[in-house]
C-alpha cells in the first residue's frame, strides 16, 4: 500500500521554464490538496480539491494551477516558474477537507528554480 | 539535509526521558486538532488525533492534551528515542469550511 505517491522527488528549472508535479493516492480519498515548505514557514496550501471534479485555491494560489484529473490524481503545474516558487512541495489526501479526518502526505518534491 | 527545520523552536531531550512539546492553536472554534512528525527528508507523518470534545487521548508512547479554555495543545512522548528526533508540529481545523491549517513546529533532538 503505497499511500500518496509524488512524482519526481527532485527537479531543477530555469527561470521562466513550466512543470508539472504530479501526485497519485491509492487510499480511495476524496480530497487532495497541494502544500509548501519554506524554513520557517510551515507548509502553506496552495490548492486543494475537495472532490473529483472541484478545485480551490488556498492560502497562495498565484502563479500555479491544478488538474484533478480523476479521484486518484492531482497535479499542480508552475506555468512559468520564478525563484521565489524554490521549495519542497508537499501532496496530501485525506477523505474531507472538513471532515475532520487526518491528511495523509507524500513525500514530497524538492524543486530549486535558478 | 532538510532544511525546513531553520528558524524552528528546539526542545533536546535526554534519551529515556519523556518530551512535551507544546503549541499554542488560534482558533477558539476550531473542533479538531492533529500532531504531525515529520523526519528530514521526509513527508509529515500522522502521530495522533483529538478532538474538541475530549481533553486527553492516549496513544502508544503519545499522549495529547487539550486546554480549550487557553486554547493550548501538547503532545507528550515517553521514554524518547533517537528514533524520535523530527520537527513536530500541530495542525487544527476551523470548524466550518476551511481545510487544516499548520502550525510551523518544533525540532525535537535526542541526546543519546
Known amino acids: 500500500n503505497a499511500g500518496v505517491t509524488q512524482t519526481p522527488k527532485f527537479q531543477v528549472l530555469k527561470t521562466g521554464q513550466s512543470m508539472t508535479l504530479q501526485c497519485a493516492q491509492d487510499m480511495n480519498h476524496n480530497s487532495m490538496y497541494w502544500y509548501r515548505q519554506d524554513p520557517g514557514m510551515g507548509l502553506r496550501l496552495i490548492y486543494y480539491s475537495a472532490s473529483e471534479g472541484t478545485t480551490d485555491k488556498g492560502e497562495v494560489p498565484n502563479g500555479y494551477n491544478v488538474s484533478r484529473l480523476n479521484k486518484r490524481e492531482f497535479s499542480l503545474r508552475l506555468e512559468s516558474a520564478a525563484p521565489s516558487q524554490t521549495s519542497v512541495y508537499f501532496c496530501?489526501?485525506?477523505?474531507?477537507?472538513?471532515?475532520?479526518?487526518?491528511?495523509?502526505f507524500g513525500d514530497g518534491t524538492r524543486l530549486s528554480i535558478l | 539535509g532538510e532544511s525546513v527545520g531553520l528558524h524552528l523552536p528546539t526542545l533536546s531531550v535526554q534519551e529515556g526521558d519523556n518530551s512535551i512539546i507544546n503549541c499554542a492553536y488560534s482558533n477558539s472554534a476550531s473542533d479538531y486538532f492533529i500532531w504531525y512528525k515529520q523526519e528530514s527528508g521526509k513527508g509529515p507523518q500522522f502521530i495522533i488525533d483529538i478532538r474538541s470534545n475530549m481533553d486527553k487521548r492516549q496513544g502508544q508512547r503519545v499522549t495529547v492534551l487539550l486546554n480549550k479554555t487557553v486554547k493550548h495543545l501538547s503532545l507528550q512522548i515517553a521514554a524518547t528515542q533517537p528514533g524520535d528526533s523530527a520537527v513536530y508540529f500541530c495542525?487544527?481545523?476551523?470548524?466550518?469550511?476551511?481545510?487544516?491549517?499548520f502550525g510551523k513546529g518544533t525540532r525535537l533532538s535526542v541526546i543519546a
Open positions: 496530501a489526501s485525506s477523505q474531507g477537507p472538513f471532515s475532520n479526518q487526518p491528511q495523509h
Open positions: 495542525a487544527e481545523n476551523f470548524k466550518g469550511n476551511t481545510p487544516l491549517v
